[in-house]
């Protein structure tokens, strides 16, 4: 995930007092725990147009996946153990050496809190990559630890009933090809869709032999590990809209029924900006909640109108990758999260990071486990 000038970081939930005791008196918790108690919670829900959309996805399908519910985001990786989350891609590959890794307990304690779905940072913005990509010696083949973590993945989420997901980060410090990212000095962020005025900065941008490799590296993992549920890519602004729109196609093509994010950032959702993120299977809603009056599934975008689901991500403490000592937000404010996100109808991909003996960490299992207990889930 990315950090941005005006990030708010910290909670995303309210700061209002709210005891577990008083909200399950009133039926939250059943709320939660029955996938079509959300619609009907949804003020927006009751207002949906009956029309089928011009989404590629079936609303048949996009529903299939909002029935999820939950999910865990996964961030692991080189700023695993650089600490840096926006590495600048020049820490030897020998650096990501976990000694003790154990993807199945990722997965087992995915599945054992209630979750239905995972998705992997398969590489992040430091560019390396957890699986031995063809096209990059920065990956676990020139690593301390070779395993491919990839493959591991989505072994266990298969035996273990989780669908699995991949996410990639078109913010790369190390694999450039010439293109000119948000951590390079006086890079700005924004004017996706136009030209910068002369004397104003240039805007983050990848040039098309990275297109090229980032092309050629999410065919690797689309076509190498069977079926992956999600496909979530950040940062999709730097692409520009045309080598989105081929992307897009590309993915659908390779896993026709895969639900493709194209991240559109910190927010609510409430706002969309399509020169950053279009086209999309689904609003992202990053470090924040829904709106109070729910989630705008039915969106107007080229005078056409598409069903786009939304989702939350956000971290089970402040960071994305493990820090020591992140602990992660206490009972209330995960339940409050995970309730809000229900009742207003979208998923909550809740990240849990795995430390750097690559697994996760005893206290933020238990806290998931008091989450899926006081949830009903």
């Known amino acids: 995930m990315r950090s941005v000038a005006g990030d708010p970081g910290g909670d995303a939930v309210s700061t209002r007092s709210l005891s577990r005791r008083e909200w399950m008196r009133g039926g939250l918790a059943a709320a939660i725990a029955i996938p079509g108690a959300r619609a009907a919670a949804t003020p927006q829900a009751a207002a949906e147009p009956p029309q089928r959309g011009a989404q590629r996805l079936s609303l048949e399908s996009l529903q299939r996946w909002e029935a999820l519910g939950y999910g865990m985001f996964i961030h692991f990786g080189m700023s695993t153990f650089d600490g840096k989350e926006l590495s600048d891609g020049r820490a030897p590959a020998t650096l990501y050496a976990p000694e003790a890794l154990d993807v199945d307990q990722w997965v087992s304690v995915a599945r054992d809190a ?8 398969a590489k992040h913005v430091a560019g390396h990559c957890l699986w031995p990509s063809r096209h990059t010696r920065y ?25 699995p997901g991949f996410y990639y980060c078109s913010w790369d410090n190390h694999n450039r090809f010439g293109s000119r990212t948000p951590s390079d000095e006086g890079a700005a962020w924004g004017n996706w869709a136009g030209v910068p005025g002369e004397g104003q900065p240039m805007a983050a941008f990848t040039t098309s032999v990275y297109q090229n490799f980032q092309t050629l590296q999410l065919t ?3 076509t190498q590990y069977g079926a992956i549920a999600e496909t979530w890519i950040d940062i999709p602004g730097v692409l520009g809209l045309g080598y989105r729109e081929f992307l897009y196609g590309h993915v659908a093509r390779l896993q026709p029924e895969t639900v493709v994010m194209m991240n559109s950032g910190i ?5 969309y900006d399509e020169a950053y993120a279009w086209p999309s299977d689904l609003i992202a809603i990053e470090r924040a909640l829904p709106p109070e009056a729910g989630h705008r599934r039915w969106r107007e975008i080229g005078g056409r109108d598409y069903y786009l689901p939304g989702e939350v991500c956000d971290p089970i403490g402040k960071e994305w990758f ?22 207003r109808g979208t998923n909550l991909l809740l990240d849990v990071p795995p430390d750097r003996h690559g697994r996760l960490p005893e206290a933020s299992v238990q806290a998931l486990l008091r989450l899926r207990r006081n949830a009903g889930l």
């Not at 209630?114 to 992997?120: D, E, Q, R, T």
């Not at 083949?141 to 035996?159: G, I, L, M, P, Q």
Request: proline fraction near 2%; hydrophobic fraction near 30%.
């Open 220 to 222: 690797e993992l689309l």
């Open 114 to 121: 209630g979750m239905k779905y995972a998705v992997l940072t």
């Open 267 to 271: 927010g609510d959702g409430e706002k």
């Open 322 to 343: 493990h820090v020591e000592g992140d602990a992660p937000r206490s009972d209330e404010k995960l339940l409050e999260m995970l309730r809000l996100c229900r009742e």
């Open 139 to 163: 990956t676990v083949t020139s690593s301390t630890n070779k395993t491919d973590v990839c493959e591991k993945f989505v072994d266990a989420c298969r035996e273990k009933g989780v669908l």
